[in-house]
């Protein structure tokens, strides 16, 4: 499923919306998203899941072809944690 | 990292602030779409959000774990495990190396 099929689906689900609505529905909560993790923020949907930023301390990494040795600057790397929820309706 | 947490309320509230519904709808409105995924999911199907990332379910099979406090061998049953892989416009923005630009990566 895409981002277009899931606003499809909900504008199947509410004929009374306009589709750019629905449209900026779904935009909004995933900049929202996106725009709290950028802010180091976390956001936890209960039952669902959490997003969190987890920080990589600098390390000094490798080419893999060349097995010349790279500082590997330190960074944020977004982290998702499946809700409990979601994870026992994945395994009935 | 000391920030804050937002939770669904929060974002049924930017949704109420930016399409101008009742409150109560863009809540439900919030929760439609978290149903949706989490159904397509549980049908075994993935969902890519272009520019924010994807879920997706993968089969784990059995194998053999220890109980960490008795050393004790258990069976750990086959199950389906979610993942979320970040696309690459989301990682960047998180780590502040995004330049604005909404090229599909991959």
Known sequence: ?92 | MAGETLTRADLAEVVYEEVGLSRNESSELVESILSMISETLIAGTSVKISSFGTFAVRQKSERIGRNPKTGDEVPISPRRVLTFKASQILKQKIDGSWDGSLEEEE
């Open chain 1, 1 to 92: 499923m895409t981002k277009s099929e899931l606003i499809q689906q909900l504008a199947g689900e509410n004929p009374h919306l306009y589709l750019r609505d629905v449209e900026r529905i779904v935009n909004t909560v995933f900049d929202e998203i996106s725009d709290a993790l950028s802010r180091g923020d976390r956001v936890e949907i209960r039952g669902f899941g959490a997003f969190s930023v987890k920080e990589r301390e600098a390390r000094t990494g490798r080419n893999p072809r060349t097995g010349e040795a790279v500082e590997v600057a330190e960074k944020k790397v977004p982290f998702f944690k499946t809700g409990k929820q979601l994870r026992d309706m994945l395994n009935p």
